[in-house]
């Protein structure tokens, strides 16, 4: 038989539960903000840049495929 007694409730306090937890502990007088990290900067950089030559190549393409 099925079971007819499903909290919806249940899975939101586990998720507020995931989300309120404690974030792991630092060294002493490190900083951090929420997402940042060293080492993704320069790749996320990098896909930003790949993204922004890629939609100016597909543009010029549409351009130059309205124009002949």
């Given at each position: 038989?099925?079971?007819n007694?499903?909290?919806p409730?249940?899975?939101?306090?586990?998720?507020?539960?995931?989300v309120d937890e404690a974030p792991a502990p630092q060294a002493?007088?490190?900083v951090t903000?929420?997402?940042?990290?060293?080492n993704a900067g320069s790749g996320r950089t990098g896909m930003i840049i790949v993204g922004a030559v890629l939609a100016l190549v597909v543009v010029a393409g549409?351009?130059?495929?309205?124009?002949?």
């Open positions: 038989m099925a079971d007694d499903y909290d409730a249940g899975s939101t306090q586990m998720f507020r539960a995931f002493p007088g490190s903000t929420y997402g940042s990290n060293n549409v351009i130059w495929l309205a124009v002949k």
